[in-house]
């Protein structure tokens, strides 16, 4: 068995914390260089970083060994609870098997013309001439699609604001809170007090939610379908199994679009020329009405653009896994209680994998397709693979082409593109001047 190589610039007590903080796409991006398999420090965490594509895919297929867990996925724990993207593999298949039916192809057809409706009502709220906050109007915009397609309309504006702004600030501080030693994090900070808080405000207002719905009965969609769920004994879910699915939902389903939606504006104004095909197919397909489901086969940039945008920025850049019992992975030795980390981000700028990674280039999907087999992780794979995939490229294209038609967006001062240190891979800050379109205009300045 082989030995694993520790990154360069490792620190006692901080690991490789420093790195991680300074410039964590460039850590990232660096990791293959030192072998397939890489010892990184989690702050005082010892981790294994996967960094070959095929043995990320092993790690992944391999669910029961390689469980949830690890710093990052427990920080991910405490706003989630074991809802289905934090249970361990115990207890997955159960809830995993009760909610893929609200994901079937027909139930998206369903949901698009509710996408379609609450993407035209953030959309055109903007005015000619203005200054928006991106991160703000995506978030706007992923949260009402995730409360009225899978929560019906039980969760009022100002409601769902309120969550929004809890959400915001616990993803925030996940994984600072991932890096340094827990002792730290019970210390009766300010920081960590407005982290409990939020957790707590988030967790009422999901009872009130819950307690709602039960009162008033029906409906078709997860909530319904979480509170009608029995097992083969007719033993029905607690509230706190459906609290926390529910809040694992609205997490899951808002800050990965959102953020996801921020970088393809951000590229898109970064590489005028796509821009320009892009607002050239809206044009043709939309004449500036809101894209619908029937529209989507006829925006294949539209589509290759977000996959480009999740290739280079996947908004779950890197995740970690515990592991469960003495094994093997790619010859090297790992025994039961190791943390190991997977990433995205890294597999995704790997060259031999992706001529020329840096390249912002959506015609790259032209001939190949987006599959975990060649390496494309933004939605992961095996068991644990994102439940809400196609929903997610539905209502990014519906979104992107909907802005694309209506809109012209650039970069305005007071940005900054540097990664937030959060648990999702986001720029600092993104203000843009939108201006609208003017059909037929010709290319920009
Ligand atoms: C661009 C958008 C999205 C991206 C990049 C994304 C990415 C991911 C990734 C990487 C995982 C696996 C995490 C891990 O390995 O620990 C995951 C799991 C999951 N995602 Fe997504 N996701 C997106 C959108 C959505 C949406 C819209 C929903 C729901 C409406 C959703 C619901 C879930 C759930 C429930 C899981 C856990 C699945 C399981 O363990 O069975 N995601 N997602």
Same mark, same amino acid.
């Not at 398999?37 to 095929?54: F, K, Y």
């Not at 092993?58 to 427990?74: A, I, Q």
């Not at 978030?139 to 009225?148: E, F, G, P």
């Not at 808002?254 to 393809?264: D, F, G, I, N, R």
């Given at each position: 068995?082989?030995?694993?190589?520790?990154?360069?610039?490792?620190?006692?007590?901080?690991?490789?914390?420093?790195?991680?903080?300074?410039?964590?796409?460039?850590?990232?991006?660096?990791?293959?260089?030192?072998?397939?398999?890489?010892?990184?420090?989690?702050?005082?965490?010892?981790?294994?970083?996967?960094?070959?594509?095929?043995?990320?895919?092993?790690?992944?297929?391999?669910?029961?060994?390689?469980?949830?867990?690890?710093?990052?996925?427990?920080?991910?724990?405490?706003?989630?609870?074991?809802?289905?993207?934090?249970?361990?593999?115990?207890?997955?298949?159960?809830?995993?098997?009760?909610?893929?039916?609200?994901?079937?192809?027909?139930?998206?057809?369903?949901?698009?013309?509710?996408?379609?409706?609450?993407?035209?009502?953030?959309?055109?709220?903007?005015?000619?001439?203005?200054?928006?906050?991106?991160?703000?109007?995506?978030?706007?915009?992923?949260?009402?699609?995730?409360?009225?397609?899978?929560?019906?309309?039980?969760?009022?504006?100002?409601?769902?604001?309120?969550?929004?702004?809890?959400?915001?600030?616990?993803?925030?501080?996940?994984?600072?809170?991932?890096?340094?030693?827990?002792?730290?994090?019970?210390?009766?900070?300010?920081?960590?007090?407005?982290?409990?808080?939020?957790?707590?405000?988030?967790?009422?207002?999901?009872?009130?939610?819950?307690?709602?719905?039960?009162?008033?009965?029906?409906?078709?969609?997860?909530?319904?379908?979480?509170?009608?769920?029995?097992?083969?004994?007719?033993?029905?879910?607690?509230?706190?199994?459906?609290?926390?699915?529910?809040?694992?939902?609205?997490?899951?389903?808002?800050?990965?679009?959102?953020?996801?939606?921020?970088?393809?504006?951000?590229?898109?104004? *970064?590489?005028?020329? +796509? $821009?320009? /095909?892009?607002?050239?197919?809206?044009?043709?397909?939309?004449?500036? @009405? !809101? &894209? %619908?489901?029937?529209?989507?086969?006829?925006?294949?940039?539209?589509?290759?653009?977000?996959?480009?945008?999740?290739?280079?920025?996947?908004?779950?850049?890197?995740?970690?896994?515990?592991?469960?019992?003495?094994?093997?992975?790619?010859?090297?030795?790992?025994?039961?209680?190791?943390?190991?980390?997977?990433?995205?981000?890294?597999?995704?700028?790997?060259?031999?994998?992706?001529?020329?990674?840096?390249?912002?280039?959506?015609?790259?999907?032209?001939?190949?397709?987006?599959?975990?087999?060649?390496?494309?992780?933004?939605?992961?794979?095996?068991?644990?693979?994102?439940?809400?995939?196609?929903?997610?490229?539905?209502?990014?294209?519906? *979104?992107?082409?909907? +802005? $694309?038609? /209506?809109?012209?967006?650039?970069?305005?001062?007071?940005?900054?593109? @540097? !990664? &937030? %240190?959060?648990?999702?891979?986001?720029?600092?800050?993104?203000?843009?001047?939108?201006?609208?379109?003017?059909?037929?205009?010709?290319?920009?300045?």
């Amino acid at each position: 068995m082989g030995s694993i190589a520790v990154a360069p610039h490792r620190l006692p007590v901080l690991g490789h914390m420093v790195s991680l903080l300074r410039d964590p796409l460039e850590f990232l991006r660096s990791l293959p260089a030192h072998g397939d398999l890489v010892r990184v420090g989690l702050g005082p965490v010892s981790a294994v970083a996967v960094c070959d594509a095929e043995l990320t895919r092993e790690l992944l297929r391999r669910d029961r060994v390689f469980d949830k867990g690890g710093p990052l996925l427990d920080r991910v724990r405490e706003m989630l609870g074991d809802g289905l993207v934090t249970c361990p593999y115990a207890v997955h298949r159960r809830p995993r098997r009760l909610v893929q039916p609200l994901f079937h192809s027909a139930r998206t057809v369903e949901y698009a013309s509710i996408m379609s409706e609450r993407i035209a009502a953030v959309v055109e709220s903007w005015c000619d001439g203005e200054v928006l906050d991106v991160k703000a109007q995506m978030h706007a915009l992923t949260s009402a699609v995730t409360a009225a397609t899978l929560f019906g309309h039980t969760v009022p504006g100002p409601v769902q604001r309120r969550m929004l702004s809890d959400v915001d600030r616990v993803v925030a501080a996940m994984m600072l809170r991932a890096l340094v030693p827990t002792a730290l994090l019970r210390l009766p900070t300010p920081g960590n007090r407005a982290y409990v808080r939020a957790i707590t405000n988030l967790r009422a207002a999901l009872a009130e939610i819950i307690a709602t719905r039960r009162a008033e009965g029906g409906g078709t969609d997860l909530l319904a379908a979480l509170i009608a769920a029995h097992d083969g004994g007719g033993e029905r879910l607690s509230d706190l199994e459906i609290s926390d699915h529910v809040i694992t939902f609205f997490v899951a389903g808002t800050e990965t679009t959102a953020t996801a939606l921020v970088w393809a504006l951000a590229l898109l104004d *970064a590489h005028p020329a +796509i $821009a320009d /095909r892009l607002y050239a197919e809206a044009e043709t397909v939309l004449a500036g @009405r !809101p &894209a %619908r489901y029937e529209d989507l086969s006829r925006l294949p940039l539209t589509a290759r653009v977000l996959t480009e945008t999740l290739r280079l920025r996947p908004p779950v850049w890197f995740v970690t896994r515990t592991v469960g019992e003495d094994t093997e992975l790619g010859g090297r030795s790992l025994t039961a209680g190791t943390t190991v980390l997977y990433s995205a981000f890294t597999i995704q700028h790997r060259a031999d994998l992706y001529p020329d990674p840096e390249r912002f280039d959506p015609d790259r999907w032209l001939t190949a397709k987006p599959s975990a087999r060649t390496g494309f992780l933004a939605f992961a794979d095996g068991a644990r693979k994102c439940v809400g995939e196609d929903f997610a490229m539905t209502e990014m294209t519906l *979104a992107l082409a909907t +802005i $694309a038609a /209506r809109w012209r967006l650039r970069t305005a001062p007071g940005s900054d593109p @540097r !990664p &937030a %240190r959060s648990a999702t891979l986001q720029p600092r800050r993104l203000r843009m001047r939108v201006n609208a379109a003017m059909p037929q205009a010709g290319s920009r300045e």
